[in-house]
């Protein structure tokens, strides 16, 4: 499971941090990502950490590029989201996703979604 915390209301230029964190007998996650889906409009992706520890490869949607900083904690089988500069365009309900979650079992769970949080950037 998935959980999805830190969204709110903040004013264009703030800043926010979203934490996703993944619960269970978990051994690992791979592919960590973050989407977005603001109101009418298709569910896109923000930001991903690539499969390789800590130092995984980010990649970032164009729209916040410079502005947004995706990290983990591997020890803590958490990922984060940093948003800085944040404009209104940015109001969205976050999800976090993960590709695949691997539980001590042995037993992998794939494309899970965390449930989401809302961002709303407004003065």
């Known amino acids: 499971q998935l959980q999805a915390s830190g969204g709110g209301l903040v004013q264009p230029g703030g800043s926010l941090r979203l934490s996703c964190a993944a619960s269970?007998?978990?051994?690992?996650?791979?592919?960590m990502a973050w989407y977005r889906q603001a109101p009418g409009k298709e569910r896109e992706l923000v930001a991903s950490i690539a499969d390789g520890g800590v130092s995984g490869r980010k990649t970032y949607s164009d729209s916040v590029q410079g502005r947004f900083t995706v990290s983990r904690d591997t020890g803590k089988n958490m990922w984060f989201l940093q948003m800085n500069r944040l404009k209104p365009e940015d109001t969205a309900v976050y999800y976090c996703k993960a590709d695949q979650i691997t539980v001590w079992s042995g037993r992998k769970y794939l494309r899970v979604w965390g449930q989401g949080t809302l961002v709303t950037v407004s003065s």
């Open positions: 269970g007998s978990i051994d690992s996650i791979d592919g």
